[in-house]
């Protein structure tokens, strides 16, 4: 059983920064992808940022240029440094993983920006 947890998150002004960690209770080297996604209140939970096994990472539109994934093998993370945040970009943002065809979640971390 995969654990993740999530830590980072905060209250930040708009133009502001965050990085947000996803500790695995496992070597993440035996991962397949890893991620975050992020659900604000009302709204439909969204992909935000996936990274695979080889590296490669895919973005959200709206993020794009301001995001940046990453996974870190030896420290069993994946991080999400977050960049000129946007009051839209609040919400709950959760990491995943996925493992022999199973999915885990963490538990989530909040992140809200004021304007």
């Known amino acids: 059983q995969v654990q993740l947890v999530e830590s980072g998150g905060g209250l930040v002004q708009a133009g502001g920064s965050l990085r947000l960690s996803c500790a695995a209770s496992?070597?993440?080297?035996?991962?397949?992808?890893m991620g975050w996604y992020r659900q604000a209140p009302g709204k439909q939970r969204e992909m935000v940022a996936i990274?695979?096994?080889?590296?490669?990472?895919n973005y959200v539109d709206s993020v794009k240029g301001r995001f940046t994934i990453s996974r870190d093998n030896a420290e069993n993370t994946v991080y999400l440094e977050m960049n000129s945040l946007k009051p839209e970009d609040t919400g709950v943002y959760s990491c995943?993983?996925?493992?022999?065809?199973?999915?885990?979640w963490g538990q989530g971390t909040q992140v809200t920006v004021s304007s």
């Open positions: 496992e070597s993440v080297s035996s991962f397949n992808d």
């Open positions: 995943y993983t996925v493992k022999a065809f199973r999915t885990y």
């Open positions: 990274i695979t096994s080889r590296g490669h990472t």
